[in-house]
Nanobody
Framework: QVQLVESGGGLVQPGGSLRLSCAAS????????MGWYRQAPGKQRELVAL???????NYPDSVKGRFTISRDNAKNTVYLQMNSLKADDTAIYYC?????????????WGQGTQVTVSS
């Protein structure tokens, strides 16, 4: 089973930046699409960034131009660079992997890391 561990969350002022990391163990990382989700209090979990196995990326309009997802297959790590942060970005951020093994795909989630944007 693949395990995902996020890091890099914290408190940042509006307009600031943070970089989240998600380290994967187990499985073959380069074969897996990876993504970042977030969940704010009282709201549904939403996708904020996706990166495929060939490096293609996708973002919702709410973060496009501010967030950048990247991956380092040699380090089994996916990153989320967040710039120009707003109070609305405050949430728990989760790393997700679409894990391809033995002809099937299953979801793997990290435990989440808190991001708080406040002055």
């Amino acid at each position: 089973q693949v395990q995902l561990v996020e890091s890099g969350g914290g408190l940042v002022q509006p307009g600031g930046s943070l970089r989240l990391s998600c380290a994967a163990s187990g499985g073959t990382f380069r074969r897996n699409a990876m993504g970042w989700y977030r969940q704010a209090p009282g709201k549904q979990r939403e996708l904020v960034a996706l990166i495929t196995t060939d490096g293609s990326t996708n973002y919702p309009d709410s973060v496009k131009g501010r967030f950048t997802i990247s991956r380092d297959n040699a380090k089994n790590t996916v990153y989320l660079q967040m710039n120009s942060l707003k109070a609305d970005d405050t949430a728990i951020y989760y790393c997700k992997g679409w894990i391809a093994e033995n002809g099937a795909v299953y979801d793997a989630w990290g435990q989440g890391t808190q991001v708080t944007v406040s002055s």
